[in-house]
């Protein structure tokens, strides 16, 4: 029989940390060569099948659907109008003191997303002095609910239900021509 | 008046020196994470001038391949080459069409040159990744808008940075 040997908790482990350092040391130069530290995002994404599908279905199909289109004047008020069947309903939404009012804006978006959920391009025509950064927080606010609304429309080609957090992802510029 | 002799501790030249790695490697460690997280794994880079600065966004969207242009305060260039110079609110009057003041010949014959010598299927496809100043006007952006899509470049993606 072996005799087993205790050892004692006073004994002291020391890891070696040196090849650790080693591998970190030549990670760390690479990784700061490589890295942006400014992130870069564009705006037109790539979307989920579906909600492309029916995009497609409205282009196909422009008579059948809604059409909206924003309207910003140059004193910043957004007039959102909504045309169906002929017939065509205007909302004005003034400017909050010299800014857009997108949270006014994104609450009339959702209120019309709910009565047309099978709608998803909206038209935008800004005025010619609005910023740049403007026009930005607007695709931003037409893009998807403040509140985290979801809606549900039917897949054209399935025929079935189907829950979407987007609102108006595609976003045309209509006055580009005028 | 002898003078006092420094004191000295006395070391053993026969230890060996051991330099505490641990608290270098925690550091290490923490610089590591925070590059592997703002590590970019985007297969496009672009290098937007310091002088310009993009507006904003929500968007999540990962860069795609296109056609780098870019539009700051001064100027509209397509890699180092200026096509147009800007005044901050409008172009130049001699680099807009006087038939069509919407319209800058120098960038549609750059593009409509891109378009048949490029290999790039984006490109080819009439794809525009479009770096902008946030503080342009829209009067700017539209008139490279309306240009481009004259030239057969029809898909402007609007670069911005993330929130």
Same mark, same amino acid.
């Given at each position: 029989?072996?005799?087993?040997?205790?050892?004692?908790?006073?004994?002291?482990?020391?890891?070696?940390?040196?090849?650790?350092? /080693?591998?970190?040391? =030549?990670? +760390?130069?690479?990784?700061?060569?490589?890295?942006?530290?400014?992130?870069?995002?564009?705006?037109?994404?790539?979307?989920?099948?579906?909600?492309?599908?029916?995009?497609?279905?409205?282009?196909?199909?422009?008579?059948?659907? /809604?059409?909206?289109?924003?309207?910003?004047?140059?004193?910043?008020?957004?007039?959102?109008?909504?045309?169906?069947?002929?017939?065509?309903?205007?909302?004005?939404?003034?400017?909050?003191?010299? /800014?857009?009012?997108?949270?006014?804006?994104?609450?009339?978006? +959702?209120?019309?997303?709910?009565?047309n959920p099978?709608?998803?391009?909206?038209?935008?025509?800004?005025?010619?002095?609005?910023?740049?950064?403007?026009?930005?927080?607007?695709?931003?606010?037409?893009?998807?609910?403040?509140?985290?609304?979801?809606?549900?429309?039917?897949?054209? $080609?399935?025929?079935?239900?189907?829950?979407?957090?987007?609102?108006?992802?595609?976003?045309?510029?209509?006055?580009?021509?005028? | 008046?002898?003078?006092?002799?420094?004191?000295?501790?006395?070391? *053993?030249?026969?230890?060996?020196?051991?330099? *505490?790695?641990?608290?270098l490697t925690?550091?290490?460690?923490?610089?590591?994470?925070?590059?592997?997280?703002?590590?970019?794994?985007?297969?496009?880079?672009?290098?937007?001038?310091?002088?310009?600065?993009?507006?904003?966004?929500?968007?999540?969207?990962?860069?795609?391949q296109g056609?780098?242009?870019?539009?700051? @305060?001064?100027?509209?260039?397509?890699?180092?080459?200026?096509?147009?110079?800007?005044?901050?609110?409008?172009? *130049?009057?001699?680099?807009?069409?006087?038939?069509?003041?919407?319209?800058?010949?120098?960038?549609?014959?750059?593009?409509? $040159?891109?378009?048949?010598?490029?290999? +790039? =299927?984006? +490109?080819?496809?009439?794809?525009?990744?479009?770096?902008?100043?946030?503080?342009?006007?829209?009067?700017?952006?539209? @008139?490279?808008?309306?240009? /481009?899509?004259?030239?057969?470049?029809?898909?402007?993606?609007?670069?911005?940075?993330?929130?």
């Open positions: 029989m072996g005799i087993k040997k205790f050892r004692t908790h006073y004994e002291e482990f020391e890891l070696d940390l040196t090849p650790l350092l /080693a591998i970190i040391m =030549k990670l +760390v130069p690479v990784l700061v060569i490589s890295s942006s530290f400014l992130q870069l995002t564009q705006i037109e994404t790539d979307l989920p099948q579906v909600v492309k599908q029916a995009i497609e279905d409205q282009n196909k199909n422009p008579d059948k659907l /809604a059409k909206i289109k924003i309207i910003v004047d140059d004193s910043k008020t957004m007039n959102v109008v909504v045309t169906k069947d002929d017939a065509t309903d205007t909302s004005s939404i003034p400017a909050k003191g010299d /800014a857009l009012n997108l949270e006014a804006l994104n609450s009339k978006l +959702v209120e019309i997303k709910k009565k099978s709608v998803f391009k909206i038209e935008l025509a800004p005025s010619d002095s609005m910023s740049y950064s403007e026009i930005v927080t607007i695709l931003d606010g037409s893009r998807k609910s403040n509140n985290s609304d979801e809606f549900i429309f039917v897949d054209p $080609k399935t025929g079935k239900e189907v829950k979407t957090d987007f609102l108006f992802p595609e976003i045309v510029f209509n006055n580009i021509f005028q | 008046m002898a003078r006092r002799k420094r004191y000295t501790p006395e070391v *053993n030249k026969k230890t060996a020196l051991m330099v *505490n790695v641990t608290s925690d550091m290490f460690t923490v610089i590591l994470v925070f590059l592997l997280q703002t590590y970019n794994t985007s297969e496009v880079q672009l290098e937007p001038p310091p002088d310009l600065r993009m507006p904003t966004s929500q968007s999540e969207g990962v860069l795609t056609l780098e242009m870019t539009l700051s @305060k001064e100027s509209l260039s397509i890699g180092k080459e200026i096509l147009a110079h800007v005044n901050g609110k409008d172009f *130049n009057a001699n680099d807009k069409d006087p038939k069509d003041p919407n319209f800058i010949p120098a960038l549609f014959k750059s593009l409509e $040159k891109v378009s048949k010598e490029t290999t +790039v =299927k984006a +490109v080819k496809d009439g794809q525009i990744l479009l770096i902008a100043d946030r503080e342009l006007p829209y009067a700017v952006i539209k @008139k490279v808008m309306y240009t /481009a899509s004259m030239a057969g470049f029809p898909q402007v993606k609007l670069i911005t940075t993330s929130q």
